[in-house]
């Protein structure tokens, strides 16, 4: 009996060696980037609706700063890589239950995230900028007094602006829209005095409307963006993490935000 149960303990022991070692590869580390490499892609889950970071333009293909940054960085790891479009609701479970590989899509770096994946490098600085018209007398907060302003409701813009309580009490009204580009037509049209909205959104527009907006020096402050990647994904991580360094050190991040923002976004301000 005691023989027995000596056997059963130890190939118990040896079943917990084995499948313990199968996420692990032969150095130790875990198997992420192996498998990567096996599969030849890694997929990307994105909203497709989010200008310039992930959307679809006139043909029906997926574009943006987000798409060329993440092809750039799948063609320095040697892999080619996927856009699977899923819903933002649900895009951590989708994470987690494997259906896509990466989270890339102007994905804002939060402690409250950080409790359930993890996240690559910062790649990029977004702010809650201020969107006035070009012939507007607003040049700084000080000067939204008295104005009616424009934000997306629920959006980093409404919280940036009511953590702010001295220029939110100064406002006169502020009006919510389901989404940026209404507020801004609504301030195109004069409808509105100035647009609170994220930075890579706002000088997107601005970029396709010259001589239509003005964006102030003054903000609502910053956040970081990353890419968000399963915790146990360590070597798939790293070798990521090195794409993004080299994609900026070399310029190359520069001439993609160039072309989807008429300028260097990237730096940090």
Same mark, same amino acid.
């Given at each position: /009996?005691?023989?027995?149960?000596?056997? @059963?303990?130890? #190939?118990?022991?040896?079943?917990?060696?084995?499948?313990?070692?199968?996420?692990?590869?032969?150095?130790? =580390?875990?198997?992420?980037?192996?498998?990567?490499?096996?599969?030849?892609?890694?997929?990307?889950?994105?909203?497709? =609706?989010?200008?310039? /970071?992930?959307?679809?333009?006139?043909?029906?293909?997926?574009?943006?700063?987000?798409?060329? /940054?993440?092809?750039?960085?799948?063609?320095? /790891?040697?892999?080619?890589?996927?856009?699977?479009? *899923?819903?933002?609701?649900? *895009?951590? #479970?989708?994470?987690?239950?494997?259906?896509?590989?990466?989270?890339?899509?102007?994905?804002?770096?939060?402690?409250?995230?950080?409790?359930?994946?993890?996240?690559?490098?910062?790649?990029?600085?977004?702010?809650?900028?201020?969107?006035?018209?070009?012939?507007?007398?607003?040049?700084?907060?000080?000067?939204?007094?008295?104005?009616?302003?424009?934000?997306?409701?629920?959006?980093?813009?409404?919280?940036?602006?009511?953590?702010?309580?001295?220029?939110?009490?100064?406002?006169?009204?502020?009006? &919510?829209?389901?989404?940026?580009?209404?507020? @801004?037509?609504? #301030? &195109?049209?004069?409808?509105?005095?100035?647009?609170?909205?994220?930075?890579?959104?706002?000088?997107?527009?601005?970029?396709?409307?010259?001589?239509?907006?003005?964006?102030?020096?003054?903000?609502?402050?910053?956040?970081?963006?990353?890419?968000?990647?399963?915790?146990?994904?360590?070597?798939?991580?790293?070798?990521?993490?090195?794409?993004?360094?080299?994609?900026?050190?070399?310029?190359?991040?520069?001439?993609?935000?160039?072309?989807?923002?008429?300028?260097?976004?990237?730096?940090?301000?």
């Amino acid at each position: /009996m005691k023989k027995r149960i000596v056997f @059963l303990t130890t #190939l118990i022991f040896l079943v917990g060696i084995i499948f313990s070692g199968c996420g692990q590869s032969k150095n130790g =580390s875990d198997s992420s980037w192996n498998d990567i490499k096996q599969k030849g892609e890694f997929v990307v889950g994105l909203d497709d =609706s989010f200008p310039p /970071m992930g959307f679809r333009d006139t043909k029906g293909n997926i574009v943006g700063f987000d798409i060329d /940054m993440a092809k750039e960085a799948a063609k320095r /790891m040697g892999v080619k890589v996927k856009f699977k479009p *899923v819903d933002w609701d649900g *895009v951590t #479970l989708s994470l987690k239950n494997k259906d896509i590989d990466v989270i890339w899509n102007g994905l804002t770096i939060t402690d409250k995230r950080k409790q359930q994946i993890a996240f690559s490098n910062v790649y990029l600085q977004n702010r809650q900028i201020i969107v006035a018209r070009k012939d507007s007398n607003i040049k700084t907060k000080k000067d939204l007094s008295g104005k009616v302003v424009g934000l997306q409701l629920g959006s980093s813009s409404e919280i940036a602006l009511n953590s702010d309580s001295s220029t939110k009490k100064s406002i006169k009204e502020v009006k &919510k829209y389901s989404n940026n580009t209404e507020a @801004l037509l609504d #301030l &195109k049209e004069a409808r509105i005095d100035a647009v609170v909205v994220d930075e890579v959104v706002g000088r997107y527009y601005a970029s396709k409307k010259a001589g239509v907006y003005s964006i102030l020096n003054d903000n609502f402050g910053k956040e970081d963006y990353g890419v968000g990647i399963r915790k146990n994904d360590i070597s798939f991580k790293n070798k990521l993490n090195a794409a993004l360094d080299s994609i900026k050190k070399d310029g190359t991040e520069k001439k993609i935000s160039e072309k989807w923002f008429g300028q260097d976004v990237t730096s940090e301000k």
